[in-house]
């Protein structure tokens, strides 16, 4: 399976705390991209960042991308209990037509 | 802009009953549009990739003559779940593929089907 893991599982910080999630994936890719999807709803595209980069940032979102080590990372800084929600990163590995396999994903709850 | 709808938003049927899910693009035209089934508190699973005006393509596992998808436009793509069953419930989504730069699948909100 090109399926990527996703860790922790879940995530509980307090507000105003910086939330940190991490992906692996097994293949090579052409982009990497984070998704929030909250309970029972579609997903709203957060970011996406190239295989040859190495670092993206937007709003409060960080992203980074080691391809050596297949993994990227998600940070949220002073986060908000609307950011409660759960996180998956999706990979659109080469050759795969520009399907996207997503992570196991990330339960964050942001408590006031 | 780049918003995709879905309907219904939640459907429930006897077993052995048929489904029809519709996926749209309502801003932009979808050469191409993905479905993917989400089990509770689990992933997305990737099921098939519609094109318009031909087949679809399946991921493997996924019966082709179970989940029926149908690609007639570049708004419109539906997904039928053939004489469902219980353990075909679960959260259906769907997404639309469009340039803005670069390829972005943008998702509809989901449709949640309950087979009794």
């Known amino acids: 399976s090109q399926q990527g893991e996703e860790d922790p599982q879940a995530l509980s910080i307090q507000e105003g705390e910086n939330a940190t999630m991490n992906c692996s994936y097994k293949?090579?890719?052409?982009?990497l991209q984070w998704y929030r999807q909250n309970s029972g709803r579609g997903l709203v595209h957060l970011i996406l960042?190239?295989?040859?980069?190495r670092e993206k940032h937007s709003g409060r979102l960080r992203v980074t991308l080691d391809t050596s080590k297949k993994s990227s990372s998600l940070l949220i800084t002073a986060s908000r209990a609307a950011d409660t929600a759960s996180y998956f990163c999706a990979t659109d590995f080469t050759g795969g037509g520009n399907k996207l396999t997503f992570g196991t994903g990330t339960q964050l709850k942001v408590e006031l | 802009g780049a918003v995709v709808s879905q309907h219904p938003s939640w459907v429930i049927c006897k077993s052995g009953t048929s489904v029809k899910i519709e996926c749209r693009s309502l801003d932009f035209q979808a050469t191409t549009m993905f479905w993917y089934r989400q089990f509770p508190k689990q992933s997305l699973m990737l099921m098939a990739t519609s094109n318009e005006g031909s087949k679809a393509t399946y991921e493997q596992g996924v019966e082709k003559d179970k989940f029926l998808i149908n690609h007639a436009s570049l708004t419109l793509s539906t997904l039928t779940v053939t004489s469902a069953h219980p353990e075909d419930s679960s959260f259906y989504i769907c997404s639309g593929e469009i340039w803005d730069g670069q390829e972005t699948q943008y998702f509809g909100p989901g449709t949640r089907l309950l087979v009794l």
């Open positions: 960042i190239r295989s040859n980069e």
């Open positions: 293949t090579s890719i052409n982009n």
